[in-house]
Each structure stands twice: as structure tokens, then as C-alpha cells.
């Protein structure tokens, strides 16, 4: 039977010491003994280990932070996504209480507020509470008034255990022990309400040596900031570009914050009625598959609308030592100069999504823009350097350690609708005929450990037989065994990094967002609140063309 309990938790600093043991149940493996295991995986480790040989049989599960490391034990077999669900949970409980991003000196300077978290959001071992809005209702943090007077001596302004009256007053009014909605405040109040939605999504797609997708993915989430009073009842419309038919076939395997009413988006799909957490939270996610599942022909690269494309081209030159990446880059996406004379994709077009400051506007006027181009080409382990980076935007560069070259190019030469060229020389492992040619005038004894002077290096005889020179067919022979030499040092795939603000790869567009003054409570007359929408792509690595 598959348990869903967490039995312990364990901390670590950048330095692998341990400053947080937490066990909820049972007698799992100590911090002592898991961590040496952990460590000897080799980098990068998985999130989910089975260490065979402690005692009990444990399943470690584990979470890096930047200077943090989290781990969690468990003796009897768990739900991996409901282990690491809770730590992301944790991690951004903490981050909310004690500050991002994350130190180990803020939960050691804390540790009362952190003893407080784990003992609400886990009751021995089962999870309960880890919504941060409702944990500030039940988690006493002391304000910095109270740690002055406590470092001197004074009492401070907290309140007592319990209050005046004991337990009584409290059963009797069940608002005192806790918030109605559990993920939201009470007494929410503000003096400018405001809300916000950004739309992110990050790309994934793969392209075949002939330019054809393979895949294309985009992966969204729509975070939603509320800083309104009271408790709003609020209902998010998104549209996409085939309509309300379509947004069931477009919104794949979507998520939900759970202040979501499901039956609302079944019945209307599109429509997200919710009340939604104070600050800033993850309101869903979704998948988009930005390739047509049934006509194959359509597969083309035109339809996916993407802002930039590359193609690579290898074993170029008289030896074949040479090799070209293109980056093309769409005018759609190019400075408001390059696009004057263009039409704007309409509304109907896929990738349509223009950003918005404020509902109910006509929209931002200004072209959705190519940021933080980056080109990653990782090279075979056997090319020694690469040499001759010319590139007609940008600059590029080679680390040898990593065996990559990265070709960056600016904003502002990115603005500029077209194509950008990089052209570079591949250097191999030095063969026997380039070690004839490096002749330095030294002979070293390997028998005696020690480097003889070549006198005859020094020294211009004309008796001494001059090397004849190669016919054209042996030095074509040696160029064609170069070329077959160099194959194996071209690059096997480039992929592409970027932003674009204002654009969405789906289509999908925000149509409104209301305030249901029907159903919300203690919002105040006439309150207006202020609505903005932002949308971001992103692509981390993710456009990859195969060569």
C-alpha cells in the first residue's frame, strides 16, 4: 500500500551541515546517514534515490536550492509527486515568511517561526495546511518591535498563550480559530486595490536537419497578483484564436490553484470563477501543442509563427573544418523601423497576443520585440578549439571547459528583421602530418626525462633534400581524408534562448476580467480596482534544430 505521510525532513547549508532535523513519524534514516549517500551520486542527481543499503530500505527524496538542500526520508514506499509537491510547497511558504530568496542564516535566525510552519502544514506526518494566507492566521511572527524589547530584556506586545477568557470565546465563534476560505486572509484591507495577471509561457520545440518540427510545446502559467479588500468573487474570460471551440483542444492537460470552481469551467470552458488568494499566486497551468495531431502536411514551420528560427550548416570549406549557423529572424518580431511597412497578425492568427497595461484599452501599440537572443552550440569532446569566430551580429565566444559556443546578439541588433551569420573553424586532435609540420628543434628522451637540442634545426644546408611538393590528386586525397576527419567534429544541434514580451506562442489573450459585486463581501462602494495583463514567452534552450 502506498503511504502519504512524511516521515522527516532534513536541511542543509552550502556547505553540506546540517541546520534543520525534523521528524514527524516512525524512525526513519538520520541526516548523518543519508547525506554521504546523496553525495555520491554523481552530479546531476536525481530528485528520487533508493538507497539499498541503510537500514531500513529508504527512498530519499530531494530538493535543491541555490545554498539550500532539502531532503526528505522515507522507509515505506510514497507518492514521489506528493513528496516533492510538499517541498515546493515548503519552499515557498518559507520564502513568503522569512523573505526570497532563501538563506540558511535567515531559518537559523528564525527557527521559531520555522518550528511553527512545519508543525502546521504537517501534523505528524500527514499534510494539512500550506497555503501561506491561511498560515498567517495561526503562525505567530514576531514583529521587529518584539525582538528589540526581547534582546534588552523587556516584555514585548506579544499576546498571551491564551486569551483573556480561556478556550471558551473561541469555540463558540469558529471564525476566531481560523479563515472561512482557507487560502485567503481575513480582514484584507487596502487603500489602492489592484489586479494583475501574467500570462508566461516557455517553448519547446525540435526541429529535423530539413527544418521540419518534430515537436513543438509551449507550457503556461497564469500568475495572478490581488491586492483588493475584502473578499472578491472574480471571473477571468481567456480566449484563443479558433474560438470557444477551441479552447478545450488548445488548454491541455490543464492545472488549477484550488480557489478554482471546476464546474464552471466545465460547463463554460475559458471561464475561471474564483476567490482568489491575497498577493501573488499561481492561479493554472497548461500544456499547448503547437502542431496540428492530424494533418501532417501542415507541419511546416511558417505555421508555427515562431520569432526566430536557426539552421546549421557543417563540413564547409576546401577541408570541411568549417561550419555556419543562421539565425532568421521573423519581421514580425523585428524594431518598429523593420515592421512600418508590415501588417500586424490579426486576431484569428496563432501567436497573436499583444500586451495589455490596462482592460478594456486598445492595446499596446508597440511591436511584440526579440530580448536576450542567445545561440548554445555544444561541440564533440574531441575538437581541441574553434577558431576564426566571425559573426555578423553580436559576438561569440568559445569555452573550452563546457565544449560550447555561445553567440550572443543585443536587443538592438536583434531589432533588425533578416538573417545573422556565424561562420567558425572546427580544430581537432593534432594528426600525424601536423606534428611533422611542428617541428620546434627540441627531441625529447622519454628514457633519460630530458629534451636534446637538434643542431641540424639551427643549421641551412643546401645539400639536404627538399620535400617534394604533393601533385594536386595526393592533396586532394589528404583533403578528403581531412574532410572525413573533420565530420566528426562538427556540431550535431544549436538551440536558441530568447524572450518576447507582449506574445504569446498559444494565441491566448485575455478578454476581461470582472469583479462580481453580487457575490464579493466587503469590497466597499464605488471601489474600481486597477487591472493590468502582461504576456511573456520564453526559451530557455528550447528551440533546438537537429543537424
Request: proline share 8%; glycine share 8%.
Amino acid at each position: 500500500m502506498i503511504s502519504s505521510a512524511i516521515e522527516a525532513l532534513y536541511i542543509f547549508n552550502q556547505h553540506n551541515e546540517s541546520i534543520l532535523e525534523h521528524v514527524y513519524r516512525s524512525r526513519p534514516a538520520s541526516a548523518r546517514t543519508v547525506l554521504p549517500l546523496y553525495l555520491a551520486h554523481a552530479v546531476p542527481r536525481p530528485s528520487v534515490i533508493y538507497l539499498s543499503n541503510t537500514n531500513p530500505q529508504t527512498t530519499l527524496f530531494s530538493l535543491v536550492q541555490p545554498n539550500l538542500l532539502f531532503l526528505v526520508p522515507a522507509s515505506s514506499d510514497t507518492e514521489p509527486l506528493f513528496v516533492l509537491e510538499f517541498l515546493h510547497r515548503l519552499v515557498d511558504v518559507l520564502e513568503d515568511f522569512l523573505g526570497a530568496p532563501l538563506l540558511a542564516s535567515r531559518i537559523e535566525g528564525s527557527y521559531d517561526v520555522v518550528a511553527q510552519l512545519l508543525g502546521e502544514m504537517c501534523d505528524a506526518g500527514s499534510v494539512c495546511n500550506t497555503e501561506p494566507n491561511a498560515l498567517r492566521d495561526v503562525v505567530d511572527v514576531p514583529r521587529w518591535v518584539d525582538k528589540l524589547l526581547g534582546g534588552v530584556g523587556l516584555p514585548g506586545s506579544s499576546p498571551a498563550i491564551l486569551p483573556s477568557g480561556g478556550l471558551r470565546p473561541q469555540l463558540a465563534n469558529p471564525a476566531a480559530s481560523g479563515p472561512a476560505i482557507p487560502w485567503r486572509r481575513s480582514n484584507v484591507r487596502y487603500t489602492s486595490n489592484e489586479l494583475y495577471v501574467d500570462i508566461v509561457e516557455t517553448l519547446s520545440v525540435t526541429l529535423a536537419p530539413s527544418g521540419r518540427p518534430l515537436a513543438a510545446f509551449a507550457n503556461g502559467s497564469i500568475a495572478f497578483t490581488s491586492k483588493i479588500s475584502g473578499v472578491p468573487d472574480l471571473l477571468l474570460v481567456l480566449s484563443v484564436p479558433g474560438g470557444k471551440q477551441a479552447i478545450e483542444k488548445v488548454f491541455e492537460l490543464p492545472v488549477f490553484h484550488p480557489c478554482v470552481r471546476l464546474a464552471r469551467w466545465r460547463e463554460r470552458p475559458g471561464e475561471l470563477s474564483f476567490v482568489p488568494p491575497d498577493g501573488k499566486f499561481m492561479l493554472a497551468g497548461y500544456e499547448v501543442n503547437l502542431l496540428p495531431s492530424k494533418d501532417l502536411n501542415s507541419r511546416t514551420i511558417k505555421n508555427l509563427n515562431l520569432p526566430a528560427t536557426i539552421e546549421v550548416l557543417t563540413s564547409l570549406g576546401p577541408t570541411g573544418s568549417d561550419f555556419e549557423v543562421r539565425l532568421l529572424i521573423s519581421a514580425l518580431f523585428a524594431g518598429p523601423a523593420s515592421v512600418s511597412s508590415l501588417s500586424r497578425p490579426g486576431p484569428a492568427s496563432r501567436g497573436s497576443g499583444r500586451s495589455t497595461p490596462f482592460f478594456g484599452g486598445g492595446g499596446s501599440s508597440s511591436v511584440p520585440l526579440l530580448q536576450d537572443v542567445v545561440i548554445s552550440i555544444p561541440m564533440p569532446e574531441a575538437v581541441r578549439n574553434i577558431t576564426d569566430l566571425r559573426a555578423s551580429r553580436g559576438e561569440a565566444q568559445f569555452t573550452p571547459t563546457d565544449n560550447i559556443v555561445e553567440w550572443h546578439i543585443s536587443t538592438k541588433a536583434a531589432s533588425a528583421a533578416g538573417s545573422a551569420i556565424l561562420r567558425c573553424t572546427v580544430v581537432g586532435p593534432l594528426s600525424d602530418d601536423d606534428e611533422e609540420n611542428l617541428g620546434t628543434g627540441f627531441r625529447f628522451d622519454a628514457a633519460n626525462g630530458e629534451y636534446d637540442e637538434k643542431e641540424d634545426a639551427y643549421q641551412s644546408s643546401t645539400t639536404e633534400p627538399v620535400a617534394p611538393i604533393p601533385t594536386k590528386e595526393q592533396q586532394e586525397q589528404k583533403d578528403s581524408r581531412k574532410v572525413h576527419t573533420n565530420a566528426a567534429l562538427m556540431p550535431s544541434s544549436a538551440s536558441v534562448s530568447f524572450s518576447v514580451k507582449g506574445w504569446l506562442a498559444s494565441g491566448i489573450k485575455v478578454d476581461s476580467l470582472n469583479v462580481d459585486l453580487r457575490k464579493s463581501r466587503g469590497l466597499g462602494e464605488g471601489v474600481k480596482p486597477v487591472k493590468g495583463v502582461k504576456y511573456l514567452t520564453v526559451s530557455k534552450k528550447g528551440l533546438e534544430t537537429r543537424c
